[in-house]
């Protein structure tokens, strides 16, 4: 099974600053199947980038992905009220499918 | 609009069984793999199983493997996840989430709200 881990566990930053989450695979992730996921308190996760880099439908490019193999990054820039939330990676090119951890960004 | 509803969650025994359903409106439900994931409440995600769209594929975590059977009914589109022997590790809100592509390797696009299961005695 691929263990993701993420880091950091907690980002504190301001709004207008700019984020940098890093999500590191135990063994390469087949395909650069990687997806990023947004959760807002009480509310169920939402696609924010999925193959390391591609925005889902209606995300602004403020989020953008990078990475391959077993190194992936997901930056936020100009961060905005909403974007306070937990972020969690996803590997999906070997069964299962596991998540990471999450990194929660917080209002500095 | 596309909109994924669960249902059938509750109290449970552990050792007993309970079968979860998802609702599936606003697209073509055969056209995409669909996936359980849970989440205790506070606590991270975790993908539980996923099935392709003919139902021809599905794979599980190794927490469920051998205890969950994930099935689908794409003339009614609904996913349903049958639960046996459950434990109280398994305790969590259960989404029901549509895959990306046909095939079960796909992130997941759309969401439901979950259903709640508590295994407790």
């Known amino acids: 099974e691929i263990v993701l881990t993420q880091s950091p566990g907690t980002l504190s930053l301001s709004p207008g600053e700019s984020a940098t989450l890093s999500c590191r695979a135990s063994q390469s992730v087949a395909s650069n199947y990687l997806a990023w996921y947004q959760q807002t308190p009480g509310q169920a996760p939402r696609l924010l980038m999925y193959s390391a880099s591609s925005r889902a439908p209606g995300i602004p490019d403020r989020f953008s992905g990078s990475g391959s193999r077993t190194d992936f990054t997901l930056a936020i820039s100009r961060l905005e009220p909403g974007d306070f939330a937990v972020y969690y990676c996803?590997?999906?090119?070997?069964?299962?499918?596991?998540f990471g951890q999450g990194t929660r960004l917080e209002i500095k | 609009e596309v909109r994924l509803v669960e249902s059938g969650g509750g109290l449970v025994q552990p050792g007993r069984s309970l079968r979860l359903s998802c609702a599936a409106f606003g697209f073509t439900f055969d056209d995409y793999a669909m996936h359980w994931v849970r989440q205790v409440p506070g606590k991270g995600l975790e993908w539980v199983s996923g099935?392709?769209?003919?139902?021809?594929?599905?794979v599980y975590a190794a927490s469920v493997k051998g205890r969950f059977t994930i099935s689908r009914d794409n003339a009614k589109s609904s996913l349903y996840l049958e639960m046996n022997s459950l434990r109280v590790e398994d305790t969590a809100l259960y989404y029901c989430a549509k895959g990306m592509a046909f095939d079960s390797r796909g992130s997941c696009d759309t969401w439901g709200r979950g259903t709640l299961v508590i295994v407790s005695s």
């Open positions: 099935i392709n769209w003919n139902s021809g594929d599905t």
């Open positions: 996803q590997q999906y090119g070997t069964s299962p499918f596991s």
